[in-house]
């Protein structure tokens, strides 16, 4: 069973653009969500998070918006970069526990030039 | 100290051999996990410690896996009889304080191959 879910495998984009990519889950217990960004022969990085209890996070040119009825969350990436280019990660947790991320199966992003 | 160390990198084995993959977390990092990720899909939850204590395994991890973290420093591994299923990449991430909102930290991962 696919809690958090990332139907769009790969997406290209125009650099100077807007890059959205989108996330959708099923568990409503989720309390927090993160966005990884992974390189080829590295591990996840990190990039942004939000919490349940907000709707909007912003950190230079990455903002997440999450949509608690609609269960879902989006990543814009404002203006791209060739050196976006790389797979995207969404992940969701619980508030208690462990910390345990769900991940979904990515969106590679292309930065067109 | 730069990030979460994990070795080999690489590691190519026969079907029934035993395998095991090193992880040194950030030095003051409490927690320390292990994920596994196979071809087109995210990472995958194993297990996690905090300090030496392993505190949660998934139903992912078959008797065949163990993992240990002695006086809660670096972390093992264990892979026995390996069989094709398990090839995969083990990512091996640690966190600090639990309950902050920046993520944890990931190792470049060791990339397992059974032939």
């Known amino acids: 069973d696919q809690q958090v879910k990332q139907n769009s495998p790969s997406l290209s984009v125009q650099e100077g653009r807007i890059s959205i990519l989108n996330c959708d889950y099923t568990n409503s217990m989720f309390d927090y969500f993160l966005w990884y960004k992974k390189y080829p022969a590295e591990g996840p990085t990190f990039l942004i998070s939000?919490?349940?209890?907000?709707d909007k996070n912003e950190d230079g040119r990455f903002t997440v918006f999450l949509n608690k009825s609609a269960k879902h969350l989006s990543l814009h990436i404002v203006p791209s970069q060739p050196g976006d280019s790389a797979v995207y990660f969404c992940?969701?947790?619980?508030?208690?526990?462990?910390?345990?991320?769900?991940f979904g199966t990515g969106t590679r992003l292309t930065i067109i030039p | 100290d730069t990030g979460v160390s994990q070795n080999p990198r690489h590691k190519i084995t026969k079907r029934g051999q035993n395998v095991t993959f090193r992880c040194d977390p950030i030095?003051?990092?409490?927690?320390l996990y292990w994920y596994r990720q196979t071809l087109g899909q995210g990472p995958e939850f194993l297990t996690y410690f905090q300090n030496e204590a392993q505190l949660e395994k998934s139903r992912l991890l078959s008797d065949r896996f163990s993992a240990e973290r002695p006086k809660g420093s670096f972390s093992t591994l264990e892979i026995q009889r390996t069989e094709q299923g398990d090839s995969a990449m083990y990512l091996c991430?640690?966190?600090?304080?639990?309950?902050?909102?920046?993520?944890?930290?990931f190792g470049s991962g060791t990339r397992l191959t059974v032939v």
């Open positions: 939000i919490s349940s209890i907000k």
């Open positions: 992940a969701a947790r619980f508030n208690f526990g462990n910390e345990k991320l769900t």
């Open positions: 030095s003051e990092h409490n927690r």
């Open positions: 991430a640690s966190s600090l304080v639990p309950g902050l909102s920046y993520g944890y930290t």
